[in-house]
């Protein structure tokens, strides 16, 4: 694996705090005009700029790209974001509760996405990949890092463990509890030899920011004639994290109807595939079941595996999908039906039990997570995994480092 030092823009110091945002892709536009209130330095106003416009602008209107850039252009202008000055490498800490995990923020580059040396578990949708390729394309910048993962290397450990020992660049704990620490790496050259000895890294989060910023510097190489590989185009904003301290939290689905099926015909349909327990606990305890909440009520729904599944049929989510969602609750796409949505682990199983009271959705579905050590063998495999199945948690903040092209 490469990796590359980068002249970051990052918040003054005393600004940190309000300049850093979570990602623009876990809230929706009114939360993030929430979040952004009253804080005008807050990266939300350039990663979710429809904040700024009149309620219903079209998301992707030629208006909404401008305002970030405008919006971008600002903080730089009035110094809420700075230069570094000097090509630099970083440690990003983050702890949530009795949880830490450790990593490198660093610069990967385009043809190791391409090599499939970067590797991932998710297909992107069209519409997605479009807005955030157009967003650097406008931006200039990857303002929000890809979440990537590697298996464990006790020598950059190491490395980690003395920068970590210094004194930081940031530390803040954000309003939902999660502390975010930066440190500057002294030893840039030894870290880059370490990284050179692992084989490749995984996709944990941001699908479609990594395809997003090779897009981008596909499009930059072909329309620069001078092209040299060694412009910042090539190279895109990351954390590494070893997975061994990586935590999944389960992703869970809501659909909004039945099918036309009363709940009582639901649940004999249900019955043909699944061992049905009620009432049963809101959260499954163990791979091969799934907690289900309908009328009120949670039931248990658990299965036994055929032999010889690949490691993408043997998926919790993947057994319901075929099993349920698709052949009885008539669900085909599950990253464009609108009938279907996800919730995040971390929203707990109450937002699960309001949606279905409130009448929003008929029947929710609460899932065992995933591991990371499925994560990384699917995509080994080559395979990809069905949309929304993992919530890697605590998030990363964006704009604490920013990569410019």
Same mark, same amino acid.
């Given at each position: 694996?490469?990796?590359?030092?980068?002249?970051?823009?990052?918040?003054?110091?005393?600004?940190?705090?309000?300049?850093? +945002?979570?990602?623009?892709?876990?809230?929706?536009?009114?939360?993030?005009?929430?979040? +952004?209130?009253?804080?005008?330095?807050?990266?939300?106003?350039?990663?979710?700029? /429809?904040?700024?416009?009149?309620?219903?602008?079209?998301?992707?209107?030629?208006?909404?790209?401008?305002?970030?850039?405008?919006?971008?252009?600002?903080?730089? &202008?009035?110094?809420?974001?700075?230069?570094?000055?000097?090509?630099? *490498?970083?440690?990003?800490?983050?702890?949530?509760?009795?949880?830490?995990?450790?990593?490198?923020?660093?610069?990967?580059?385009?043809?190791?996405? /391409?090599?499939?040396?970067?590797?991932?578990?998710?297909?992107?949708?069209?519409?997605?990949?479009?807005?955030?390729?157009?967003?650097?394309? %406008?931006?200039?910048?990857?303002?929000?890092?890809?979440? *990537?993962?590697?298996? $464990?290397?006790?020598?950059?450990?190491?490395?980690?463990?003395?920068?970590?020992?210094?004194?930081?660049?940031?530390?803040?704990?954000?309003?939902?509890?999660?502390?975010?620490?930066?440190? @500057?790496?002294? $030893?840039?050259? /030894?870290?880059?030899?370490?990284?050179?000895?692992?084989?490749?890294?995984?996709?944990?989060?941001?699908?479609?920011?990594?395809?997003?910023? %090779?897009?981008? &510097?596909?499009?930059?190489?072909?329309?620069?004639? &001078?092209?040299?590989?060694?412009?910042?185009?090539?190279?895109?904003?990351?954390?590494?994290?070893?997975?061994?301290?990586?935590?999944?939290?389960?992703?869970?689905?809501?659909?909004?109807?039945?099918?036309?099926?009363?709940?009582?015909?639901?649940? /004999?349909?249900?019955?043909?595939?699944?061992?049905?327990?009620?009432?049963?606990?809101?959260?499954?305890?163990?791979?091969?079941?799934?907690?289900?909440?309908?009328?009120? @009520?949670?039931?248990? *729904?658990?299965?036994?595996?055929?032999?010889?599944?690949?490691?993408?049929?043997?998926?919790?989510?993947?057994? *319901?999908?075929?099993?349920?969602?698709?052949?009885?609750? &008539?669900?085909?796409?599950?990253?464009? $039906?609108?009938?279907?949505?996800?919730?995040?682990?971390?929203?707990?199983?109450?937002?699960?039990?309001?949606?279905?009271?409130?009448?929003?959705?008929?029947?929710?579905?609460?899932?065992?997570?995933?591991?990371?050590?499925?994560?990384?063998?699917?995509?080994?495999?080559?395979?990809?995994?069905?949309?929304?199945?993992?919530?890697?948690?605590?998030?990363?903040?964006?704009?604490?480092?920013?990569?410019?092209?």
């Amino acid at each position: 694996m490469r990796i590359h030092p980068f002249d970051a823009l990052r918040p003054r110091p005393d600004l940190v705090d309000r300049v850093a +945002a979570v990602p623009y892709d876990v809230v929706d536009t009114r939360e993030a005009a929430a979040l +952004a209130r009253n804080n005008p330095y807050s990266l939300l106003h350039v990663s979710r700029p /429809e904040i700024d416009l009149p309620e219903g602008t079209d998301p992707h209107a030629d208006v909404v790209y401008a305002k970030a850039r405008e919006n971008f252009d600002r903080l730089v &202008g009035n110094g809420a974001l700075m230069r570094e000055g000097t090509p630099c *490498l970083y440690v990003y800490r983050q702890i949530l509760g009795d949880h830490a995990q450790r990593g490198i923020v660093a610069c990967c580059h385009i043809e190791d996405y /391409e090599r499939n040396l970067i590797r991932r578990h998710e297909k992107t949708r069209a519409d997605k990949e479009d807005d955030r390729t157009r967003h650097v394309q %406008v931006l200039g910048a990857n303002t929000g890092p890809v979440f *990537l993962m590697y298996r $464990d290397q006790a020598p950059i450990d190491r490395i980690i463990a003395n920068v970590e020992s210094g004194i930081p660049l940031y530390d803040l704990t954000a309003p939902d509890g999660i502390r975010h620490t930066v440190w @500057r790496v002294r $030893d840039i050259p /030894e870290l880059v030899r370490k990284f050179e000895a692992i084989p490749l890294v995984y996709v944990a989060d941001g699908h479609h920011r990594a395809a997003a910023a %090779v897009r981008t &510097g596909v499009e930059r190489r072909k329309a620069n004639k &001078g092209h040299t590989g060694a412009e910042e185009y090539n190279w895109f904003l990351a954390v590494l994290f070893p997975a061994a301290q990586l935590r999944i939290l389960p992703y869970h689905r809501v659909v909004k109807d039945l099918n036309k099926l009363s709940s009582k015909a639901f649940l /004999e349909a249900v019955r043909k595939w699944f061992q049905v327990t009620t009432p049963a606990p809101a959260s499954p305890s163990s791979p091969c079941s799934v907690s289900m909440y309908l009328d009120g @009520r949670w039931h248990g *729904l658990a299965w036994k595996l055929p032999e010889g599944l690949d490691p993408l049929a043997s998926l919790d989510v993947s057994y *319901l999908n075929r099993n349920l969602l698709e052949p009885v609750m &008539g669900i085909r796409d599950f990253r464009t $039906d609108p009938r279907i949505d996800f919730v995040g682990g971390v929203r707990g199983t109450k937002a699960l039990e309001e949606r279905v009271n409130r009448g929003e959705a008929a029947v929710a579905f609460s899932m065992y997570p995933v591991t990371v050590e499925q994560v990384m063998g699917i995509s080994d495999a080559g395979l990809t995994m069905p949309p929304k199945s993992t919530w890697f948690e605590p998030k990363l903040r964006s704009g604490l480092l920013i990569h410019t092209l």
